[in-house]
């Protein structure tokens, strides 16, 4: 059995058990179940988990990306791959925040509705586009290690990579270095994964458990709109631009990509999701190491379909409940300010909420409209992480083919970056160099 087979069935199971935990009314907080297993075992155990994918992030990313500029060997190529990565992000933001507002004002989910919430939210002040840009470049880099900043830290990589490509030979010796800590990185990454499925069973056991089902059939207009689109986003747009600009089969894609977008749903974070993000678009998809290392977590940093979905979808609910008319000039700044924010709260804790009380400012909706879909955001944000994760797969597909820099024999094979009951990776290319030494060998012979 695969580990994509295992963890799906750990999701499966774990949907189970806390729906049921949640619906027989075992979860009340004096209880035992909430005090030793919701919120003592599941808990321990998938923050565990999600800590150890966290742990990874910064490491793997920083001699990654530092492997991936020496390994492209070409500055302006470089710059390429990263201007490519940059427009096609922002792109794909402004489209998928432009659908939720047509498809939810279509609908006119909200009209007539009268949700009560006891949640208050209150907007945080996100950083000013001036600050983010000037905090790229760290005073301090170990510090932004520290704290996980990865804007900077990609800054510092690239910077580090491109210095080692102009020392030339004498640095030959620091990029083996580095070459064999990311390996070891990579080592690391396939030791945690062997506990993945037991982990999201405990993070989505946990959630499923907590999650109110009164308050989601009094908010499942909302709630069914934002899932649907969505999924019209990651099945329909994504795979649009997927065809469009590379040419390749967006079946292969999505069948590919089922593993990290579980990690992404049982997580809800895609930094946490870097690890297995970059596995699976350079072992499964075949992007070079090269160009994954950048366009994987640039994107976690800077990509936010799915989070820009829930600010058009809950921006058109919030004023139909509080009969605001918005019209075009409000669409459009929605639309606008989504797209800016994106950038302007990369790294940000909750960010998702932190943009929408930026755009309700801007449209004069009120900022405590947000406490009415708190209560089902948790859900929600495990499903739009999943859609942001595969925005990030298919752009790095897309610059990876423009640029020569994809394995299209990997891409096409179904078997290429799995792994065998012995622990050990199928590699296409790698089976296809051997066979053809052993032709010549034949040959010569």
Request: hydrophobic share 55%; proline share 3%.
């Amino acid at each position: 059995m695969s580990l994509t087979i295992k963890v799906l069935i750990g999701m499966l199971l774990g949907i189970v058990v806390g729906l049921s935990i949640n619906l027989l009314g075992l979860n009340a907080p004096d209880g035992w179940i909430y005090g030793y297993l919701t919120n003592g075992l599941f808990h321990v155990v998938g923050t565990m988990f999600v800590n150890a994918l966290k742990m990874l992030v910064v490491p793997l990313v920083f001699f990654s990306l530092i492997c991936g500029v020496c390994g492209i060997g070409d500055i302006k190529l470089l710059g390429r791959i990263g201007s490519k990565s940059f427009v096609l992000y922002l792109i794909t933001t402004a489209v998928a925040i432009a659908s939720a507002l047509i498809i939810a004002a279509g609908l006119g989910i909200g009209q007539g509705m009268d949700a009560v919430s006891e949640a208050v939210f209150t907007g945080k002040d996100a950083p000013p586009l001036s600050h983010v840009l000037i905090n790229i470049v760290p005073t301090n880099p170990i510090n932004a290690m520290a704290k996980g900043d990865m804007l900077p830290v990609i800054f510092f990589a690239i910077l580090f990579g491109t210095s080692i490509l102009l020392v030339g030979r004498k640095a030959s010796s620091v990029a083996d270095f580095i070459e064999v800590l990311n390996e070891v990185m990579m080592k690391m990454v396939t030791i945690v994964m062997s506990v993945a499925p037991y982990a999201v069973f405990c993070l989505i056991a946990k959630a499923m458990a907590n999650l109110g089902l009164d308050l989601l059939g009094q908010l499942l207009g909302y709630v069914l709109v934002l899932i649907g689109v969505l999924l019209f986003h990651l099945f329909v747009t994504l795979q649009v631009v997927l065809k469009l600009f590379s040419g390749l089969s967006p079946f292969v894609f999505l069948k590919k990509i089922r593993n990290a977008q579980v990690f992404a749903f049982s997580t809800s974070s895609s930094n946490a999701t870097i690890p297995v993000t970059l596995r699976t678009v350079t072992e499964r998809m075949g992007v070079k190491n090269s160009v994954a290392s950048f366009t994987v977590p640039f994107g976690a940093t800077i990509n936010m379909d799915g989070t820009a979905i829930m600010q058009g979808v809950a921006t058109v609910f919030i004023a139909n409940i509080y009969n605001v008319e918005l019209g075009m000039s409000g669409y459009l700044t929605v639309i606008m300010m989504s797209v800016l924010a994106s950038i302007g709260t990369a790294g940000v804790p909750g960010v998702g909420l932190i943009m929408l009380s930026m755009v309700f400012a801007q449209v004069g909706l009120p900022i405590e409209g947000i406490g009415l879909i708190l209560g089902v955001d948790r859900l929600l944000d495990m499903i739009r992480t999943a859609v942001n994760i595969s925005g990030d797969a298919v752009v790095s597909v897309v610059v990876a083919k423009s640029e020569n820099q994809l394995d299209t024999t990997i891409y096409d094979d179904p078997l290429a970056g799995t792994v065998d009951d012995a622990g050990v990776h199928f590699d296409p290319a790698a089976e296809r160099d051997l066979a053809a030494g052993i032709e010549q060998t034949h040959n010569r012979s």
